[in-house]
């Protein structure tokens, strides 16, 4: 992920460009509108590069995934070009809510919180994982490693998180 913090303003400008169907941008172009809008916030300009860097991370399954096409053109003004535009009508990075780096680490968590399922003193995990589940359209890869009934006399709860772990590390463990 970039950690320059205008990056995504960077992305919604560029965004909007690519999904114009009206206009033609150029890498030029699109240097030229990103700064534009970079100087309302008075922040200072950018590159060429840094927007062929902004459309490499936006093109890569890492990034937004978007499908960017590249091609060659003339424009109104006869100037013979490459331009940059969405190959989907109506696409855009910002209706994709998580990238594919971010569901997968979403992912993981959802498994390690899976873990604890049927705990009594973890009930609440139950609810927050279905949440996340159901919202994000996430199915668990985890299988349930231990099952709980009620059990008033219950005694060592406090231990089975260190237990489970060892499970699921598949570390030994000895028990006295």
């Known amino acids: 992920m970039p950690t320059n913090k205008n990056a995504q303003l960077r992305y919604k400008v ?5 999904g114009d169907c009206e206009n033609l941008y ?3 172009k699109l240097t030229e509108i990103v700064n ?5 916030f ?14 490499k991370f936006m093109r890569d399954s890492e990034g937004y995934n978007a499908p960017i096409d590249c091609f060659e053109m003339t424009d109104e003004d006869g100037k013979r070009g490459w331009f940059y535009k969405y190959c989907e009508d109506d696409y855009s990075v910002f209706k994709n809510e998580l990238s594919v780096s971010e569901i997968n680490d979403l992912q993981n968590v959802i498994d390690m919180l899976g873990r604890y399922h049927g ?12 949440n996340l589940k159901y919202r994000f359209g996430l199915k668990s890869n985890t299988e349930n490693i231990v099952g709980f009934d009620q059990n008033v ?18 570390k030994a463990l000895i028990i006295v």
């Not at 534009?36 to 309302?40: F, I, P, T």
């Not at 008075?42 to 459309?55: A, F, G, P, Y």
């Not at 705990?119 to 279905?130: E, G, N, R, T």
Request: net charge negative.
């Open 42 to 55: 008075l922040i200072k300009d950018v590159t060429t590069r840094t927007i062929k860097n902004d459309i």
């Open 26 to 28: 150029s890498l030029e």
């Open 153 to 170: 006399d219950l005694k060592g709860i406090e231990h089975l998180s260190s237990i489970i772990d060892f499970i699921v590390d598949k």
């Open 119 to 130: 705990i009594p003193a973890y009930q609440w995990v139950d609810d927050v994982v279905s």
């Open 36 to 40: 534009d809008k970079l100087s309302e």
């Open 14 to 18: 560029l965004d909007r460009c690519f």
